[in-house]
């Protein structure tokens, strides 16, 4: 858990110009929350996803709340996930999400289900609820990648699913 003591995420700051967080845990479930944190100037190089955040645990359960993610970027051509990156079940409620880019998909978010290590997770679920997003793009644009502030990729009909309550795009 971590977690700002006022709730007020102007008053934590993680500035990760070279580093994000990773969890890669095996066996068993990995639970992670995160609350009232701005992350501010993330840069993926390697891995290439997720530029403040990857949550790549197997299975991952991420409850993420009232948290800026701002100005976040990718230096490899095929990056995922400006901001965040999500490999299992995650929940953002209350996030603003601001100026992110990514190179390949997903401004802001980038959340996939088709890694056959995660495929035992049976519930892949990514919830979004009054989330907001402003100015995240994605900047190696063609007609194969997606999703400016959100991108989801779930190439099979097992229980894998975004779903998006009050957000403001």
């Not at 197997?58 to 095929?78: G, H, I, K, L």
């Not at 996930?81 to 999500?86: E, T």
Request: charged content about 15%; hydrophobic content about 35%.
């Amino acid at each position: 858990t971590l977690r700002s003591s006022t709730g007020d995420p102007q008053d934590v700051w993680i500035d990760n110009k070279a580093a994000h967080i990773q969890d890669n845990a095996s066996g068993g479930k990995t639970h992670i929350t995160m609350s009232g944190i701005t992350f501010a100037n993330g840069r993926a190089n390697s891995p290439d996803r997720g530029s403040s955040i990857y949550f790549a645990a197997n299975p991952c359960y991420a409850v993420v709340s009232n948290c800026v993610f701002r100005d976040a970027s990718q230096d490899t051509t095929y990056s995922y996930g400006g901001a965040v990156a999500v490999c299992g079940h995650a929940e953002f409620v209350d996030c603003l999400f601001t100026n992110n880019v990514g190179r390949r998909a997903g401004g802001a978010i980038y959340a996939d289900s088709s890694s056959t290590s995660y495929a035992a997770n049976e519930d892949g679920m990514v919830y979004l609820t009054r989330c907001k997003f402003y100015d995240n793009i994605i900047t190696n644009g063609n007609a194969t990648h997606t999703g400016g502030a959100v991108s989801f990729n779930s190439p099979d009909a097992k229980m894998w699913g975004l779903v998006l309550k009050d957000c403001e795009f």
